[in-house]
């Protein structure tokens, strides 16, 4: 009888453990679903907000995805040259000297800006016309090697507000190679008074080609030129190739946009702050 007793206690027994495994793991499988769909839950919402992140970005940037391939705008590679050194200089006018404020600045990087062409073009930004308020605007071109101007000559007064541009071509000076050279743009007010000028310059240096970037060249079309010359650090390359295709195609977005990206890349935000600023944006005034 007590062996019976003791065979029916050990089977309860059995069958009560059996039960219970059942129950923990039923549990336990109930957890982890619930415990997935939380991750999926997560997950899903942390998808959705960076997709309105992504979107709001876009939207307050004035582009989206499919117009614009920022892994494809040019990157500009500043050279080394030593110590750094901010040897730009940006002008102002503040009322007082003006009916409103003005704002003139040389389009270079604060270092030394490259080219590789001994007749480069060379660009400048000004906020508005200044026929009314200045005698005249002065460009003048120094070499490091010499205290006498290479160039001093007056431009159109009449400027309107935008980028403007200078050809060396125009006035038949071909720099020197590795000669370091400055250049200024002046609104005088008082040709007897100089001290009222407002004035912005930037640094200009000849260099040589590289033989691997025209090899590059070679194998890109020309829209990829601009890439290349800002990646190689040649500074007046890359404006001039940005700026032609503005002049090209005025209503395509991605090229004003790679322009503004260059000259924010230089220190420029200033500038671009205002083009953004103005009606016209990005308004190319054309050659002096």
Same mark, same amino acid.
């Not at 019976?4 to 069958?15: A, V």
């Not at 060396?168 to 590795?178: F, G, R």
């Given at each position: 009888?007590?062996? $019976?007793?003791?065979?029916?206690?050990?089977?309860?027994?059995?069958?009560?453990?059996?039960?219970?495994?059942?129950?923990?793991?039923?549990?336990?499988?109930?957890?982890?679903?619930?415990?997935?769909?939380?991750?999926?839950?997560?997950?899903? +919402?942390?998808?959705?907000?960076?997709?309105?992140?992504?979107?709001?970005?876009?939207?307050?940037?004035?582009?989206?995805?499919?117009?614009?391939?920022?892994?494809?705008?040019?990157? =500009?590679?500043?050279?080394?040259?030593?110590?750094? !050194?901010?040897?730009?200089?940006?002008?102002?006018?503040?009322?007082?000297?003006?009916?409103?404020?003005?704002?003139?600045?040389?389009? +270079?990087?604060?270092? +030394? $800006?490259?080219?590789?062409?001994?007749?480069?073009?060379?660009?400048? =930004?000004?906020?508005?016309?200044?026929?009314?308020?200045?005698?005249?605007?002065?460009?003048?071109?120094?070499?490091?090697?010499?205290?006498?101007?290479?160039?001093?000559?007056?431009?159109?007064?009449?400027?309107?507000?935008?980028?403007?541009? #200078?050809?060396?071509?125009?006035?038949? #000076?071909?720099?020197?190679?590795?000669?370091? =050279?400055?250049?200024?743009?002046?609104?005088?007010?008082?040709?007897?008074?100089?001290?009222?000028?407002?004035?912005?310059?930037?640094?200009?240096?000849?260099?040589? +080609?590289?033989?691997?970037?025209?090899?590059?060249?070679?194998?890109?079309?020309?829209?990829?030129?601009?890439?290349?010359?800002?990646? !190689?650090?040649?500074? =007046?390359?890359?404006?001039?190739?940005?700026?032609?295709?503005?002049?090209?195609?005025?209503?395509?977005?991605?090229?004003?946009?790679?322009?503004?990206?260059?000259?924010?890349?230089?220190?420029?935000?200033? #500038?671009? #702050?205002?083009?953004?600023?103005?009606?016209?944006?990005?308004?190319?005034?054309?050659?002096?």
């Amino acid at each position: 009888m007590n062996i $019976g007793r003791n065979m029916n206690m050990k089977r309860y027994t059995t069958l009560l453990f059996c039960l219970g495994s059942t129950l923990l793991a039923s549990i336990g499988w109930t957890e982890n679903m619930q415990h997935s769909d939380l991750e999926k839950r997560d997950l899903t +919402t942390q998808e959705t907000t960076e997709k309105a992140t992504r979107s709001k970005i876009n939207g307050q940037s004035g582009f989206n995805d499919a117009q614009v391939k920022t892994s494809q705008r040019p990157v =500009y590679t500043p050279p080394f040259l030593g110590a750094p !050194a901010a040897n730009r200089l940006i002008g102002m006018a503040v009322r007082g000297v003006d009916r409103e404020n003005l704002l003139l600045s040389v389009l +270079t990087p604060e270092h +030394t $800006g490259l080219t590789s062409q001994a007749q480069p073009i060379l660009y400048w =930004y000004i906020s508005r016309s200044v026929s009314e308020s200045y005698q005249f605007i002065e460009f003048v071109l120094i070499s490091e090697k010499s205290t006498t101007p290479v160039l001093r000559t007056r431009l159109d007064k009449t400027a309107k507000q935008g980028i403007q541009k #200078i050809s060396m071509a125009d006035y038949n #000076i071909s720099l020197i190679p590795e000669v370091e =050279y400055r250049w200024s743009i002046a609104l005088v007010a008082d040709e007897n008074t100089r001290s009222l000028d407002v004035v912005s310059s930037g640094n200009v240096k000849l260099v040589g +080609t590289d033989r691997a970037l025209e090899a590059r060249l070679h194998k890109s079309s020309i829209d990829q030129y601009p890439a290349h010359y800002a990646q !190689a650090g040649l500074w =007046y390359e890359a404006m001039t190739g940005l700026v032609n295709q503005v002049e090209k195609q005025p209503e395509n977005l991605t090229h004003r946009q790679d322009l503004t990206a260059l000259l924010e890349q230089a220190g420029l935000q200033e #500038i671009v #702050i205002h083009m953004n600023s103005t009606a016209s944006g990005v308004n190319l005034v054309g050659g002096q």
